[in-house]
T-cell receptor, first 113, second 113 residues
Framework: DTGVSQDPRHKITKRGQNVTFRCDPI?????LYWYRQTLGQGPEFLTY????????KSRLLSDRFSAERPKGSFSTLEIQRTEQGDSAMYLC???????????FGPGTRLLVL | DQQVKQNSPSLSVQEGRISILNCDYTNSMFDYFLWYKKYPAEGPTFLISISSIKDKNEDGRFTVFLNKSAKHLSLHIVPSQPGDSAVYFC????????????FGGGTRLMVKP
């Protein structure tokens, strides 16, 4: 399977705990995006990388959120001190470059109790 | 302010008939539009896209129409099949370096056998 993969697929955590999600993009795709989707809504942009550089962050990405893409391959999204409002589906997408179609992974569903 | 809107939360169509899903946008800087299909517990799957220099793009059973003056696009599925039952999202990107996508809220399509 050469699509975008995400791990874990599901995560249940208690409020205040830290969680980390991983995304492996399609190989040779140099752009990687993170989105968040809550129930009944469309995905909302969080941040994106061009190779290893994080080039833009949404105002939705509070300082409890941090994303990295070391070596321009896989990416991690960490949420510190989780809150119940962080419960959502976290989606990763990758694209070949500027103006190219974004392909999405299966998502990580987070539930904060 | 919702820049991309899908005003119909759901649509029910008989198998073999045409499904028409609509999407409106407000940001005149958007120049690339996409439709994604999403099954429960999966990430969005790319269906079809259209650039603002075109007014129609066709791919098999799927056709997307763009009316720039009305800031409106639609997805036509002909003939509809039960396997098309899913949530459909329209998305738009603008003239920015990141090409991040702005999504509508989705329309749930149900194709009855």
């Amino acid at each position: 399977d050469t699509g975008v993969s995400q791990d874990p697929r599901h995560k249940i955590t208690k409020r205040g705990q830290n969680v980390t999600f991983r995304c492996d993009p399609i190989s040779e795709h140099n752009r990687l995006y993170w989105y968040r989707q809550t129930l009944g809504q469309g995905p909302e942009f969080l941040t994106y990388f061009q190779n290893e550089a994080q080039l833009e962050k949404s105002r939705l990405l509070s300082d409890r959120f941090s994303a990295e893409r070391p070596k321009g391959s896989f990416s991690t999204l960490e949420i510190q001190r989780t809150e119940q409002g962080d419960s959502a589906m976290y989606l990763c997408a990758s694209s070949l470059g500027t103006g190219e179609t974004q392909y999405f992974g299966p998502g990580t569903r987070l539930l904060v109790l | 302010d919702q820049q991309v809107k899908q005003n119909s939360p759901s649509l029910s169509v008989q198998e073999g008939r045409i499904s028409i899903l609509n999407c409106d946008y407000t940001n005149s800087m958007f120049d690339y539009f996409l439709w994604y299909k999403k099954y429960p517990a999966e990430g969005p799957t790319f269906l079809i896209s259209i650039s603002s220099i075109k007014d129609k793009n066709e791919d098999g059973r799927f056709t997307v129409f763009l009316n720039k003056s009305a800031k409106h696009l639609s997805l036509h599925i002909v003939p509809s099949q039960p396997g098309d039952s899913a949530v459909y999202f329209c998305a738009a990107s603008g003239n920015n370096a990141g090409n991040m996508l702005t999504f509508g809220g989705g329309t749930r399509l149900m194709v009855k056998p």
